[in-house]
């Protein structure tokens, strides 16, 4: 299983960033897609959740980000599948390192991280 992130970089305060991770993973048996962010210091921290489910994917959000991020997916195709996580009036108090993080049956998966820093 490989994630690759991509899609961060330097917003003004109120801007927005949509990242992406595209994820080569067998959907079978995924539980869960998710965006974790991590600022220098502190414990990595979920931002966005989809909960596969047979009939219809749910989601689930930090209460900080409520109303401003949305998280979705593509669906899968070729054993590759791509989530995205579509930040709206971004602050300065978003910027963090973003992952992104597939469970799979009892095994976790992390794509690399990407940068995301809000100027005021």
């Known amino acids: 299983v490989q994630l690759q992130a991509s899609g961060g970089g330097l917003v003004q305060a109120g801007g927005s960033l949509r990242l992406s991770c595209v994820a080569s993973?067998?959907?079978?048996?995924?539980?869960?897609m998710d965006w974790y962010r991590q600022t220098p210091g502190k414990q990595r921290e979920l931002v966005a959740r989809?909960?596969?489910?047979?009939?219809?994917?749910?989601?689930?959000?930090?209460d900080s980000v409520k109303g401003r991020f949305t998280i979705s997916r593509d669906k899968a195709k070729n054993a590759k599948t791509t989530m995205y996580l579509q930040m709206n009036d971004l602050k300065p108090e978003d910027t963090a390192i973003y992952y992104c993080?597939?469970?799979?049956?009892?095994?976790?998966?992390w794509g690399q991280g990407t940068q995301v820093t809000v100027s005021s």
């Open positions: 989809i909960i596969l489910e047979d009939k219809k994917d749910s989601t689930n959000y930090a």
């Open positions: 993080h597939i469970r799979r049956v009892i095994f976790d998966y």
């Open positions: 993973v067998n959907i079978f048996n995924v539980n869960s």
